[in-house]
C-alpha cells in the first residue's frame, strides 16, 4: 500500500520558520514530489514541487522565501519555509507523482499556522 508521512507543521509566529518533511513508500518509482496547500475557502495551490531530474518549481508568492529539496533516499521531500507569514496559513499536503502511471498520490495533510 502507497502511504505518504507527513511532519513538521504546527504553529510559527510570523517571521519564523518550519521544516515539513514527506516520506514516500509503496511507490516503485517517483517521477515527482511537491506540497501543496489549501487555505479555508480557497482553492488547493501548488507551493513547490521538485523533479527525479532536480528540476524545481515555486509558486510566486513563496520565492525567496521556501526551499524544496530531496532526501537522498529519493523517496523523502523536504519543504524549508523561512520568514513565514500569516498568509501562508493552510494545510500542506505532500505530493508524489508516479514515474510509471504519473498517478499522483497525497498525504493526508498537516497543518501550518502562522500567527503571532
Known amino acids: 500500500q502507497v502511504q505518504l508521512v507527513e511532519s513538521g507543521g504546527g504553529l510559527v509566529q510570523p517571521g519564523g520558520s518550519l521544516r515539513l518533511s514527506c516520506a514516500a513508500s509503496?511507490?516503485?518509482?517517483?517521477?515527482?514530489m511537491g506540497w501543496y496547500r489549501q487555505a479555508p475557502g480557497k482553492q488547493r495551490e501548488l507551493v513547490a514541487s521538485i523533479t527525479s531530474g532536480g528540476n524545481t518549481n515555486y509558486a510566486n508568492s513563496v520565492k525567496g522565501r521556501f526551499t524544496i529539496s530531496r532526501g537522498n533516499a529519493k523517496n523523502t521531500v523536504y519543504l524549508q519555509m523561512n520568514s513565514l507569514k500569516p498568509e501562508d496559513t493552510a494545510v500542506y499536503y505532500c505530493?508524489?507523482?508516479?514515474?510509471?502511471?504519473?498517478?499522483?498520490?497525497w498525504g493526508q495533510g498537516t497543518q501550518v499556522t502562522v500567527s503571532s
Open positions: 509503496g511507490i516503485i518509482s517517483i517521477y515527482a
Open positions: 505530493n508524489a507523482k508516479s514515474g510509471t502511471t504519473r498517478y499522483d498520490y
